[in-house]
């Protein structure tokens, strides 16, 4: 029997045995491409928004009797009568094929391919020809110095410091969305790129082809949602650290900027100012009187920031109620522990709406009430104490077959909840992210990591990756987030150039857990966990403060461009930093800069990334006259220069007659 094709408004609907393949038409240039053996298409749509109506005179679909065709503007897609898909660009070149073992018959390999499972479900693989030129990036944040991400395999799971947000855009021209929650894994080998989800029922993924980057990650943000505006308060500098422990070392911090003149706009109250993990409320020992605190601070132009996990333990006050109703995550085998810090404890289940309902009224009655309307939203990924995948139960599935929409779910709870009290602007800190989870308004900061320079490294593609995949809120902890002695002058350096890196990212935070440690001041409550040491811009000596002053005072001058950029963000999913390719499409060479980025479209940041290094090379793309912030000199683009690097000064080159202030 013939493949049955058939045509359905702007869907075109191939039928053969038991599979059903759809593919539509889904936002501007783009197709969304699903495929299922389950005898009807689920309708999850995940990280996509709803469909919004095409102008159908933008979809034509050709049926023939041994193939058919869909093309949705500059797109265009053909199914084989074996079943096999090709897309194609406006200008007829192939941008991705499916995999086909057409040279070597035996292998016995499809582009499709789903492996039944116990339990109902598929072990899903889909394969693609592979370019063995092809650039990728995008995929989140993965802790590695790789940006182009060609010939790298990834996990796609969440681990604490691993973002796995699956969307990736390519050099060819094309944008790729694996819209699956799944946990699994993706190769991009040279000679096959190969994605799998290990549990699930159906194949989804998007594609959008573009003439440029920009076109192509706006085209995908269409679809799954820009951030809301940035609020002003977020865009200069966040205080932070591990941990401040009452209202006093808080408020002592706040009168230090104050008394210095130093910018500040948001200071954090992390982890176990709470009694019970699952509280979620302050200590009232050592936060008697936050309406008043938060007051305060307002008055004095900074907005205070509260840490929330979404762990319970026993001797919760929520922990029965919550526990009888369903609304906490569950083990399939072994104690019903998901996480072990301090106590045993259970994440709450956010793909529950009744869950995140009971959270978001918690938080809104001890915290929202009391004036705070910006949440740390830790431990997102969750950070399981064994990352047993297949272990973990949800109201909505197995976790291997749903786990990845965890943090989406999470920020939303708290973008939902804020919307509902009138909150416009809104911006909340996050250790993860999915793809989609931009449109909650997520800053993601990129986890616990090392206090070292290679960690430094990083910390570039991460940023730069997370841009590319849609997030354009991102920030690091500055200086690392394990270990650092303040009095050490080598973690001095780290810091310094962190800083001046840190001063040129999305959002511009410092925290760590520095040492010397704090032990506990006592068993119970918000003393049961001790401290780091001191991480206030003062605590590392005069040379260091004074170039931390100047980093501060550039950011704060930077204010009115920043928020033009985030303006664009907000407007067209526009990364404030991005990659030079991105402002650059046509300087073949940009494509390869991986250790410099665009801050906007008129900064070029070259950061310093190595122990002692005090001169570096920068490439200027072509096209433009460039000048150097420090020094006023002017330097023709399509070059390679040697800058210096005192310990005082990282690179930055702004686009010559372009004025910032």
């Known amino acids: ?75 265009y897609a053909v199914i084989e009568q074996t079943g096999d898909i090709t897309f194609y660009n406006n200008e007829n070149r192939i941008m991705l094929k499916e995999y086909t073992s057409r040279f070597a018959a035996g292998l016995r390999k499809r582009g499709r391919e789903f492996q039944p499972i116990p339990g ?48 990736l855009v390519s050099n060819i021209g094309y944008g790729f969305l694996w819209n699956n929650p799944a946990i699994g894994r993706v190769v991009f080998g040279k000679n096959i790129t190969e994605w799998e989800a290990f549990v699930t029922k159906t194949m989804d993924y998007w594609i959008t082809a573009g003439n440029n980057p920009a076109e192509i990650l706006e085209q995908y943000m269409q679809v799954t949602g820009t951030p809301p505006m940035m609020p002003d308060y977020a865009m200069g500098f966040w205080q932070s650290k591990l941990r401040y422990r009452n209202t006093q070392e808080l408020m002592d911090v706040a009168y230090e900027y104050k008394r210095r ?60 109620e919550m526990l009888s109703k369903g609304l906490l995550m569950s083990t399939d085998r072994g104690p019903r522990v998901t996480m072990q810090f301090v106590n045993d404890t259970l994440f709450v ?45 949800y109201y909505l599935g197995p976790c291997l077959e749903i786990g990845n929409i965890y943090p989406l779910l999470y920020a939303k709870t708290f973008y939902d909840g804020l919307k509902k009290e009138g909150i416009e602007k809104i911006i909340n800190l996050i250790r993860c992210a999915w793809a989609g989870s931009q449109r909650y308004g997520v800053v993601v900061w990129s986890g616990d990591i090392a206090s070292t320079f290679e960690s430094l490294r990083n910390q570039v593609a991460c940023g730069l990756n997370m841009a590319m995949a849609g997030i354009p809120w991102w920030t690091s902890d500055i200086g690392g987030f394990y270990g650092g002695d303040p009095e050490d002058p080598s973690f001095r350096e780290l810091i310094i150039r962190w800083f001046q890196f840190g001063a040129f990212c999305p959002v511009f935070r410092l925290h760590g857990d520095r040492k010397p440690y704090t032990p506990p001041t006592s068993n119970k409550g918000g003393g049961k966990m001790g401290t780091g040491g001191p991480n206030e811009v003062w605590s590392y000596g005069e040379e260091a403060y004074e170039i931390f002053k100047k980093y501060l005072y550039i950011r704060e001058k930077l204010k009115p461009y920043i928020k033009r950029q985030m303006l664009l963000a907000h407007e067209k999913g526009t990364p404030i930093m991005r990659p030079l390719f991105y402002d650059f499409p046509f300087d073949t060479r940009s494509w390869e800069i991986e250790d410099e980025f665009m801050f906007g479209p008129d900064i070029l940041v070259a950061p310093v990334l190595y122990e002692g290094m005090r001169e570096r090379s920068v490439y200027l793309p072509e096209g433009v006259l460039w000048r150097e912030w420090g020094t006023g000199k002017v330097y023709e683009g399509g070059k390679e220069i040697i800058c210096q690097a005192p310990l005082n000064t990282i690179p930055i080159f702004i686009k010559n007659q372009v004025e910032l202030w």
């Not at 539509?24 to 689920?42: D, F, H, I, S, Y």
């Not at 592979?130 to 790298?152: A, D, H, R, V």
């Not at 009232?284 to 008043?292: I, L």
């Not at 601070?297 to 006050?317: A, D, F, H, Q, Y």
């Open 1 to 75: 029997m013939p493949r049955l094709f058939t045509a359905c408004e702007d869907k075109l609907i191939s039928k053969y045995d038991r599979e059903i393949l759809w593919i539509e038409a889904w936002g501007k240039n783009g197709l969304r491409v699903r495929a299922t053996q389950e005898g009807n298409m689920p309708e999850n749509d995940w990280a996509l928004l709803p469909k919004a109506k095409n102008n159908n005179s933008n979809v034509e679909i050709e049926i023939d009797g041994n193939r058919a065709a869909i093309r949705n503007g500059n797109i």
């Open 349 to 393: 289940d956010m793909t529950n709406p009744e869950a995140r309902e009971f959270m978001w009224g918690k938080v809104k009655e001890n915290y929202f009430s009391k004036g705070i309307k910006m949440y740390w939203l830790d431990e997102a990924e969750p950070e399981f104490h064994k990352y047993e995948f297949d272990n973990y139960r």
């Open 120 to 167: 109902g479900s598929y072990r899903l693989t889909v394969r693609f020809e592979s370019e063995p030129k092809e650039k990728i990036y995008g995929m989140g944040q993965y802790q590695q110095p790789y940006l182009n991400l060609k010939g790298c395999a990834l996990e796609l799971a969440h681990r604490n410091t691993q973002s796995s947000v699956p969307f």
């Open 261 to 320: 003149n130093l910018p500040l706009d948001v200071i954090v109250i992390d982890f176990f100012h709470w009694p019970h993990q699952g509280d979620w409320k302050f200590d009232e020992d050592y936060w008697p009187h936050p309406e008043k605190m938060v007051e305060e601070l307002r008055k004095m132009g900074i907005e205070v920031m509260v840490s929330i996990w979404p762990t319970v333990e026993k001797e919760s006050e929520n922990y029965e």
